[in-house]
């Protein structure tokens, strides 16, 4: 009885992860258990950080925002506070932004709401 060689399915899934383990060092990327193993710890990492990438983005702008308003001579949680309480919906993102490329535009926000 000739033995089973799995055929098109398995070579394909074997394959897929191979080709993930592109570039991986030494026989992680050439041996399929190897590559399996780290390819599985490679998507655990990337679905983990794609989520610390928001939370890191998050402190860019806060820092951003702290730093230009103290410039301004305000600090970050009056500011904050103050633009919710005169309901400008200028989310931190875009807040920071403006603080970098348009000091001048950050600093008449600043001024519009201590008044």
């Not at 398995?10 to 258990?33: E, T």
């Not at 193993?37 to 679905?47: G, L, R, T």
């Not at 600090?75 to 904050?80: A, E, F, P, R, V």
Request: proline share 2%; charged share 30%; glycine share 6%.
């Amino acid at each position: 009885m000739p033995r089973v060689k799995r055929g098109f399915k398995a070579r394909r899934r074997r394959n897929r992860i191979l080709r993930h383990a592109k570039g991986f060092y030494s026989a992680r990327s050439r041996q399929y258990a190897s590559a399996v193993e780290s390819v599985h710890n490679a998507w655990q990492d990337s679905y983990a950080h794609r989520r610390a990438r928001k939370r890191d983005f998050r402190k860019l702008w806060i820092a951003r925002i702290s730093a230009a308003a103290k410039e301004c001579g305000c600090n970050y949680s009056t500011l904050i506070g103050t633009l919710k309480r005169n309901g400008i919906d200028l989310d931190r993102k875009v807040l920071a932004d403006i603080a970098v490329r348009d000091p001048g535009g950050f600093k008449a926000i600043v001024q519009a709401v201590q008044n």
